[in-house]
């Protein structure tokens, strides 16, 4: 997602209003889990610590959650540890047997097929990755095992957001307050998904369908 750059009148980077929609997203699945949506003392592994994925974890370890980084690029790896030396880093194929309450994929899309999904040990999805299922039989197999997933067009859409605050001139305190709407959104998502019993990509599709109707008939 690109909103025009600074200099030329736009908002700029897109990258910490996403973490941010990320971030709150998280939120609204553990208040759906768990009861609270807090996220101090929770485990959470995070695939890529490039820009949203660094920012993310910054409000994650602000928060008191514990992160499992992983990243193909060693110098975001170091960037992260200069600031938080706790965290704790695995290689990029072994994220995904990585014991953690949520699996937070921020990198690249399609990285949930049949092997993957298998391999994970965590109780809840949600990241800013585009496209994250490869498969559709694994929208199924998070069904069976458990696993909440937030759909990533709904958990991503700050940078969205972002973009279309700026046909308003761009205000930033406006676009932050609109993003942390995903949060209701997603907990909408979880109610048609368990209501209905379909998954939360299903529900988040019907869910999108509705809102272009109604914006289409008013």
């Avoid at 009148?9 to 990258?15: L, N, P």
């Avoid at 999805?125 to 998070?142: F, H, R, T, V, Y």
């Avoid at 969205?160 to 909408?188: H, S, W």
Wanted: proline share 3%; glycine share 10%; net charge neutral.
């Amino acid at each position: 997602m690109c909103a025009l750059p600074k200099e030329y009148g736009g908002s700029g980077d897109t990258a910490l209003i996403t973490a941010f929609g990320v971030w709150h997203g998280l939120k609204a699945a553990a208040k759906w889990l768990w009861r609270d949506d807090s996220l101090k003392g929770k485990c959470v592994a995070i695939q890529g610590v490039g820009k949203v994925g660094h920012y993310l974890l910054e409000y994650l370890m602000k928060e008191g959650a514990h992160c499992i980084i992983c990243d193909i690029i060693p110098q975001n790896i170091e960037a992260v540890k200069e600031k938080f030396p706790q965290v704790t880093v695995k290689a990029p194929q072994q994220i995904y047997d990585a014991d953690c309450h949520i699996f937070s994929p921020n990198a690249v899309g399609g990285i949930l097929n049949i092997d993957t999904t298998q391999r994970l040990k965590c109780e809840l999805i949600g990241g800013s990755a585009n496209n994250q299922l490869a498969d559709p039989k694994c929208e199924k197999m998070l069904m069976e095992r458990g696993i909440l997933y937030c759909p990533d067009f709904i958990i991503n859409s700050g940078g969205l957001i972002q973009v279309a605050d700026e046909l308003q001139g761009f205000n930033q305190e406006r676009a932050f307050q609109k993003a942390m709407e995903i949060y209701y959104r997603l907990l909408e998502v979880f109610r048609i998904s368990k209501e209905q019993s379909i998954s939360t990509h299903q529900a988040a599709l019907l869910l999108a369908e509705k809102r272009i109707q109604s914006a289409g008939s008013g």
